[in-house]
């Protein structure tokens, strides 16, 4: 049964930085695309960076420069160091995960395995 399991956020002011992390349990796939996502009230759920198995990257515009992905594959951990916060990254953050590659092509509806997510407010 594999299970994710976001922390890490909370709430800071402009300028401010957040570490979220997810904890990744009984996933065994050599390949996978591997996510963080967010959602803000009254919009629709959207991509902020990837990873992949082979640990390529791809970041939302919104957040380059600004957000690092990364992953720890001892700890099965996927990370998410988010710097420089905005108000507009007021959001639930989610990871994903799911067994397939050529992430950045991906649609958000193909990921089958999530977390429950981690609340960032970011006040002005």
């Known amino acids: 049964q594999v299970q994710l399991v976001e922390s890490g956020g909370g709430s800071v002011q402009s300028g401010g930085s957040l570490r979220l992390s997810c904890a990744a349990s009984?996933?065994?796939?050599?390949?996978?695309?591997m996510g963080w996502f967010r959602q803000a009230p009254g919009k629709e759920r959207e991509g902020v960076a990837l990873?992949?198995?082979?640990?390529?990257?791809s970041y939302a515009d919104s957040v380059k420069g600004r957000f690092t992905i990364s992953q720890d594959n001892a700890k099965n951990t996927l990370y998410l160091q988010m710097n420089s916060l905005k108000p507009e990254d007021t959001a639930m953050y989610y990871c994903?995960?799911?067994?397939?590659?050529?992430?950045?092509?991906?649609?958000?509806?193909?990921?089958?395995?999530w977390g429950q997510g981690t609340q960032v407010t970011v006040s002005s």
């Open positions: 994903a995960a799911d067994h397939f590659g050529d992430c950045p092509r991906r649609e958000i509806s193909e990921y089958y395995y």
């Open positions: 009984g996933y065994t796939y050599s390949t996978y695309c």
């Open positions: 990873i992949d198995s082979d640990g390529d990257t």
